[in-house]
């Protein structure tokens, strides 16, 4: 009998793996939805433009170019965890690169009927030429403004707000 029960990371590491295993490409524009549960969203302000790849095997890598001043700029994975009562930890693990460094910051964004709210990971993600790996756990119980219950939630990486390029060679999620 099959008895392995799909947590909330679940449906979000399936999107994520087919990133991973399809080939995509296009423009990168101020909302761009790559399929159910990824997109990126920045401040039109920004005149955000570009190209992103996934190529076989890799989740995303973006060359982005602003036109404007602006105020964020954020990838955005949908994580179906509308109840935390009996969780202990969200947390992702990733590899990262990108030509020049730079650091970046993520956060869980818990939404309601008042709006949202941010918890943001301890750490910085650093991008560098080498390839890097990352892994940061929020422990929920213990972390404001961590709501327990929320209409939704997302892992947002805030990326930079000038030109870059970057790579997510690989991304999962988990909550335990």
């Known amino acids: 009998m099959d008895n392995i029960a799909l947590g909330p990371d679940g449906q979000a590491n399936h999107a994520l793996a087919i990133m991973r295993h399809e080939t995509r490409e296009g423009d990168l524009a101020t909302d761009l939805h790559f399929l159910p549960g990824l997109d990126l969203h920045a401040d039109p302000a920004l005149g955000l433009t570009g190209r992103y790849n996934s190529p076989e095997g ?11 001043q602006g105020g964020w700029c954020g990838l955005h994975v949908r994580l179906p965890a509308e109840k935390l009562h009996h969780v202990g930890s969200i947390g992702f693990a990733a590899r990262i690169a990108a030509p020049e460094v730079f650091v970046a910051r993520a956060c869980i964004r818990s939404g309601g009927p008042d709006g949202f709210s941010d918890c943001f990971f301890d750490k910085h993600l650093l991008f560098r030429p080498e390839e890097a790996s990352h892994v940061d756990a929020i422990p929920v119980h213990y972390r404001e403004p961590m709501p327990m219950e929320a209409a939704w939630r997302e892992l947002i990486f805030f990326l930079p707000t000038s030109n870059f390029r970057l790579s997510f060679i690989d991304l999962r999620l988990f909550v335990v």
Do not use: C, D
């Open 58 to 68: 890799r989740i995303l890598e973006m060359e982005a170019q602003t036109h404007g």
